[in-house]
């Protein structure tokens, strides 16, 4: 696939979002946790990774196994451990109510960090009209952590923030290939009509990436107020995934190159004094 260059002049920037800042580490944060259960949605299963319209779990960026990607929990525990110490909960399709359910079954576990990415399916709905209401998304967000603190008062969180999915659009919008993919509806609400530079076009792609941001304030406000979770300080949102780091599928999930740059992340958040 030739690289995606020569893009037409892109619209006006818009202001960057406020991310709301990481905490103070907690006193109590283990850099090394024994065992990692992951909760969330596709980008957490790999999906699109490896094969076509499948979920690739060996390439999660939270708990694979393969060595090229050379996840979050392979860096934490080592290839000896990955598979008895470290559980794929998420979900392909999963939107923030999904939440709770998942946190459940992951304080089952008793893991000593659980990593939740979640939140891009909340606002990649067909039109900007189904996105997930910002305090729905906070409840559902406080809920899922209140439910792990209740079987799992001692596990750590790690929290990913929601990609910017304007950024991806923008990645993306110049190449014939890219847009026959989009046609068949990915992420609509921000990725439909790609090459449409119009008013209403702009206002609804504003629309989702307020969106997104909003999402992101949540995560960050919610996990502040917990010592033993970490957000991400916008880190995924910040980072640029070009061509090389996006699925050929699909053009909107990380492959495994993406994968790779997401336990990169992760791991340096997780494992800072």
């Known amino acids: ?114 990593t939740v990415m979640i939140g891009a399916n909340d606002a990649c709905r067909p039109t900007p009209a189904g996105m997930t209401p910002v305090a729905e998304f906070r409840r559902s967000f406080e809920a899922a952590l209140a439910r792990l603190r209740k079987d799992a008062p001692k596990a750590q969180v790690y929290v990913a923030s929601v990609p910017d999915l304007r950024r991806l659009w923008d990645t993306g919008r110049a190449s014939p290939l890219v847009r026959r993919v989009w046609e068949l509806g990915v992420c609509g609400s921000m990725l439909a009509d790609p090459e449409d530079l119009g008013a209403a076009a702009e206002k609804r792609r504003t629309a989702v990436r307020d969106r997104v941001v909003a999402y992101n304030e949540v995560l960050g406000e919610v996990c502040a107020r917990d010592e033993l979770c970490r957000y991400d300080g916008g880190a995924v949102f910040g980072f640029r995934f070009d061509e090389t780091l996006l699925s050929s599928w699909d053009w909107f999930h990380p492959s495994r190159d993406g994968q790779a740059r997401l336990a990169e992340l992760a791991y340096r958040r997780i494992t800072e004094k």
């Open 1 to 114: 696939m030739a690289a995606l260059a020569g893009c037409t002049a892109a619209p006006t920037p818009p202001t960057a979002p406020r991310v709301t800042p990481s905490p103070t580490p907690s006193s109590r944060w283990d850099v090394s946790p024994s065992s990692v259960a992951a909760v969330g949605d596709s980008i957490t299963r790999a999906f699109d990774a490896c094969s076509l319209l499948a979920d690739c779990p060996e390439a999660s960026w939270a708990t694979g196994t393969d060595p090229a990607v050379n996840s979050l929990a392979l860096r934490l525990l080592g290839p000896g451990r990955v598979a008895a110490k470290s559980w794929n909960l998420a979900r392909s399709g999963a939107r923030v109510a999904a939440l709770p359910e998942q946190m459940a079954r992951a304080a089952a576990e008793r893991p000593d960090l659980v």
